[in-house]
């Protein structure tokens, strides 16, 4: 999680007036999943192996998690106008995964069509979200890639290891993003999006291509889902992808007055090994 | 038509009777200028009007009826301060079919004349002969020269007449360039012409120059809003903001590219200034400027893991740093030869070649960096936007086309394509999408136009221009409206002029349930039969009719009194933009059709133009608020995103709905906003 730390020096001397000094030291986490060459989890690598640089210059981890429990999930269903026949089993696909988190896992509930809204805040009470995916109605235009764009963004604001899960059935038709845009909005962010392809979604082509593109290039994995029954085991997976992530932490005391702030990780001593992480922050 | 209800025939009546024909060459309308003495004038302008009628010419696979020409030429001339002479009329209505999408820039620009059309004409005919490969370069710089012009006017750095003059300059130069380093020279030199015309110092950084053209100066102001002190400074936000575009579409700085650019071209000079005994190591002291600058040079590289499409990737390609450093890595070889070679300028001139996509990128991240903000998703979250841009279509051969949003076939992501005579329109669709959903504008279809329109007008407004008691004089002259409306209900004589002054103002229904309603002295009723334009509208019709000693009130004399004080134009700024249906995309005032007139186009658009004032309505309720013009330029996109979460249409053309929702706009609650970063 991302710490805010206001350190505030109260200087009294014996006189009268007293000054207020504010220091702002900012604890930023980074999110690193490790492959070889295979695309294997690497889980054996040390705080040493990684080298973290903000704006170019090398940072010291002050925090190293190998792994981490706690998840925060974005569950985002696509409610368009094409959905109307499908939603029904959705929403009970979605009750199922809920069953499938784990308590002390952070849910929040997003829908898109023409844009992005958010049904229920992020928390671990089930029922807020339950309730809330029952609400959905399906209607408008599918903006896909500048929902994920605009919710990795959002997320990202927020500490903790975080995915998307996307539910969709219909391609992109009316996005401001190409696919390849929004691909690279979210790979800045570093948060991973597992996609499920579900109902009358598994015969059209170019969605699942276009679906795989997006989970693997920003780090997630691609589920085709046949059944209710299969959106729990595509759950489960994914917790098993993300507790292979390493929490990177360390205090930024940059001065960089812009709003994007650029991370760069790399491991100096394995070039072999395939890192996903994200690539910079918004201040 | 004029005041006693003639028809105002731009050029003259006799012009309308030879500019029939489909050809659309400059030649051809030259032929005919010659001929407008020998034409004769028909004595009734019915017979004019009807000879039009007759005739249809298909040009470029389109049928074009004269009637439709001469409206577009109709609409240039309503927007001069000088009636256009008969030469100008005759070339723009031979231009229509071929040009008819850029016509906007001819009505922005007022003091054109007809040498300045054909000068024109004559560019744009050579441009359409450019090699394919730099076709869209070209037409870029073109475009955004020509609208750096038009934006340098309307922020108040270039008189119209100084316009004209730019124009015209930069026209006769694309006209004139006969090779590839030509097209890059014109596009400099007219880039230094236009900066300097504006009032930049010689060693004045261009970009700076321009980031306070567009915001103006800094004026941090402190104003007190529903019991709470606010302080803001727009002026240094827009200027952020424009930087902010810059750097997220990694655009190289107009200052280094014109640095290298004059760099080169006294290098290019060296061997003539050694043959005429002049000092060339001197002129060859260039050489380090253009290092120095060729590193600041900013590309955009196509990531390896994302692959762009081909078009995207050529449009990236042409930006070449490692080919501006080769050449750079041969002079720096010539010059270190103990006599200057011949090959200096050859390599010079290659240059500067090189430099033709840096600066066509550079002059139309300027225009984009004037209409959008970091916050739009398609700035911040596609950093190959500007680049995207395609200024005509290549399968189909147009090169004028209207600016508006694509995408490419069997894609997604929008991008821009055309002129920018219709920007504000493509930016109103582009931009309703933001970086953080929570900020975005979202629509169904139905009211999608109508919020577009808007956005459009808000985002056409420069800001810096606005006098802050313009928005006092709009909201005295809403409720002057008001006045007249509530006084016709309790005075007879008053209730028939409003009868008489609404004629071509309210739609047929309207008018009568208006008169319905006043003579039953149902006030609210009458009230509600009106929107805000109609208002202003009726204030204006009510201070020059024959009643208006009647109406003599505190208001008319505080009217009177802001008159004195703020330029009637100012309040222009809160009308709207109508390119379609005004053919001038600057948001300003203008008499248009009732909205009933509108409803039963096959297109919404023209609709929406007509609804797209929700200045005024904001104008409006930032005077009951006592908001100064910069906490509305604030203001005014989140209060589109009110609106649009307010309006219920039933269709796409229920303009009732519209302006209902346009009236229960309310900026209170928005007033955090002022204090956000």
Known sequence: MRIRLFLFFMLCADISWSQTFKVDVRMIEVYATVSDSRGRAMTNLHSDDFHVLEDNRLQQIRVFEPQSSAMTIALLVDTTGSMAADLPRVKNAVARLLDAVKPEDNVGLFTFANGLNRLSNFSTDRNTTLKAIFKARAAGQTALFDSVAQLSRQISKDGGKKAILLFTDGDDNSSVLSLEASVKSVQRTGVPIYTVLYGSALKDQRLSQRLEKISVLTGGIPFKVKDAGGVASAFARVGEDMQNMYLLGYQSDSDNQDDWRSIKVTLPNHPKLKLRAKEGYWR | ?677
């Open chain 2, 1 to 677: 038509m004029d005041q006693d209800g003639n028809v105002r025939f731009p050029g003259s009546g006799r012009v309308w009777t030879i500019a029939n024909g489909g050809s659309q060459t400059l030649a051809e309308a030259q032929k005919l200028t010659k001929r407008i003495g020998h034409a004769g004038s028909p004595d009734a302008e019915d017979e004019i009007l009807l000879s039009m009628l007759d005739q249809k010419n298909e040009i470029t696979r389109r049928k074009v009826s004269p009637v439709e020409k001469f409206l577009a030429v109709a609409k240039i001339d309503a927007h001069r301060k000088q009636p256009m002479d008969e030469a100008m009329a005759l070339t723009l209505s031979r231009m229509y079919a071929k040009y008819r999408a850029i016509f906007p820039y001819f009505a922005a620009i007022s003091s054109l004349n007809s040498d300045d059309v054909t000068t024109f004409a004559r560019a744009a005919e050579r441009i359409e002969k450019v090699d394919e490969a730099e076709m869209n370069t070209v037409l870029g710089e073109f475009h955004s020269l020509i609208q750096l012009i038009v934006l340098l006017k309307e922020t108040g750095k270039l008189p119209d007449e100084k316009c004209a003059q730019l124009f015209s300059f930069v026209s006769a130069k694309f006209a004139g360039a006969k090779t590839s380093v030509d097209v890059t020279q014109a596009a400099f030199e007219s880039a230094e012409n236009i900066l300097r015309a504006a009032g930049r110092r010689p060693e004045e950084d261009a970009d700076l120059f321009l980031v306070h053209a567009f915001s103006g100066d800094a004026s941090p102001q402190e104003f007190w809003v529903d019991g709470t002190l606010h302080s803001i400074d727009f002026s240094v936000r827009n200027k952020n903001r424009m930087k902010e575009v810059f750097r997220l579409q990694h655009i190289s700085s107009l200052d280094t590219l014109l640095r290298m650019h004059r760099a080169a071209q006294s290098l290019a000079q060296v061997s003539a200034a050694a043959a005429f005994g002049r000092d060339a190591a001197a002129e060859a002291a260039a050489y380090p400027e253009i290092e120095l600058n060729a590193s600041k040079l900013l590309e955009a590289t196509d990531d390896s893991d994302v692959t762009s499409s081909y078009k995207l990737r050529r449009e990236i390609s042409a930006e070449s740093r490692a080919e501006i450093e080769r050449t750079l890595g041969k002079l720096k070889k010539q010059f270190s030869m103990p006599q200057p070679s011949k090959e200096i300028p050859k390599l010079a001139a290659k240059l500067i070649e090189e430099l033709n996509p840096f600066i066509k990128t550079t002059l139309v991240g300027w225009i984009y960096a004037f209409y959008f903000s970091p916050q739009d998703l398609a700035i911040g979250g596609d950093r190959y936007f500007v680049r995207r841009h395609t200024f005509y279509d290549r399968y189909r051969r147009q090169y004028w086309l209207e600016t508006r949003p694509a995408t490419d076939p069997g894609s997604t992501g929008n991008y821009l394509t055309g002129g920018f005579a219709q920007m504000p329109s493509a930016v109103g669709y582009v931009a309703k999408t933001k970086l953080e959903a929570a900020d975005s504008i979202i629509t169904s279809q139905r009211e999608d136009a109508v919020v577009t329109a808007g956005l459009a007008a808000i985002r056409s407004v420069p800001w810096n221009r606005v006098s802050e008691r313009s928005i006092h004089l709009a909201a005295l002259k809403l409720r002057l409206g008001r006045e007249f409306v509530v006084r016709s209900a309790f005075d007879p004589e008053m209730r028939k002029e409003l009868g008489r002054v609404t004629i071509g103002l309210l739609g047929l229904r309207r008018r009568f349930d208006l008169l319905q309603a006043l003579g039953a002295s149902d006030v609210n009723g009458a009230l509600n039969q009106l929107s805000n334009a109609d208002f202003f509208f009726l204030a204006d019709a009510l201070s020059t009719s024959p009643v208006s000693k009647r109406a003599q009130s505190i208001l008319t004399d505080a009217i009177a009194h802001e008159t004195m004080v703020v330029p009637p134009h100012q309040v222009d700024y809160f009308g709207g933009t109508h390119p379609g249906i005004d053919g001038c995309a600057q948001p300003h005032f203008t008499r248009l059709a009732p909205y009933e007139e509108y409803e039963n186009l096959m297109f919404v658009d023209p609709l929406a133009e007509r609804l797209s004032d929700i200045l005024l309505y904001a104008a409006d309720a930032a005077d009951r608020l006592g908001l100064p013009v910069q906490g509305l330029a604030l203001l005014a996109e989140p209060l589109l995103q009110q609106f649009s979460l307010q309006v219920k249409m039933s269709h796409n053309t229920d303009w009732q709905s519209a302006i209902e929702a346009m009236r229960s706009i309310d900026l209170v609650p928005l007033i955090p906003v002022l204090d956000r970063n």
